[in-house]
């Protein structure tokens, strides 16, 4: 069975900085890309960054760009949301996300997330 566990959620002001950690376990192939997603109160969820399998390609949304790094260490089954200079708009709960095995890069849908995490709170207060 698969499990997708996040970590590193709190609150923070406004030019602080999170670190987000995910963790999934149960996998049994190889070649899947990851993903942050990120929940808004009274908004729908929204993709934030994604990395391929091998770490060759990232995705980030345009509100995130320039401010948050993804990252991943395979030989640990992790992947790591580094946030800086976070805004009152970033607050929202971040979900981590996998792919299947064998769809190796990232896209913005979530539909083609088979794996998710129960999610880790972000505030960021003013």
């Known amino acids: 069975q698969v499990q997708v566990v996040e970590s590193g959620g709190g609150l923070v002001q406004t030019g602080g900085s999170l670190r987000l950690s995910c963790t999934i376990s149960?996998?049994?192939?190889?070649?899947?890309?990851m993903a942050w997603f990120r929940q808004a109160p009274g908004k729908e969820r929204e993709f934030g960054a994604g990395?391929?399998?091998?770490?060759?390609?990232?995705l980030y949304a345009d509100s995130v760009k320039g401010r948050f790094t993804i990252s991943r260490d395979n030989a640990k089954n992790t992947v790591v949301l580094q946030m800086n200079n976070l805004k009152p708009e970033d607050t929202a709960v971040y979900y981590c996300?996998?792919?299947?095995?064998?769809?190796?890069?990232?896209?913005?849908?979530?539909?083609?997330?088979?794996?998710w995490g129960q999610g880790t709170q972000v505030t960021v207060s003013s």
């Open positions: 990395i391929s399998w091998g770490s060759t390609m990232t």
């Open positions: 149960g996998r049994t192939s190889n070649n899947w890309a």
């Open positions: 996300a996998s792919r299947r095995g064998g769809d190796r890069l990232p896209v913005k849908e979530q539909s083609e997330y088979a794996f």
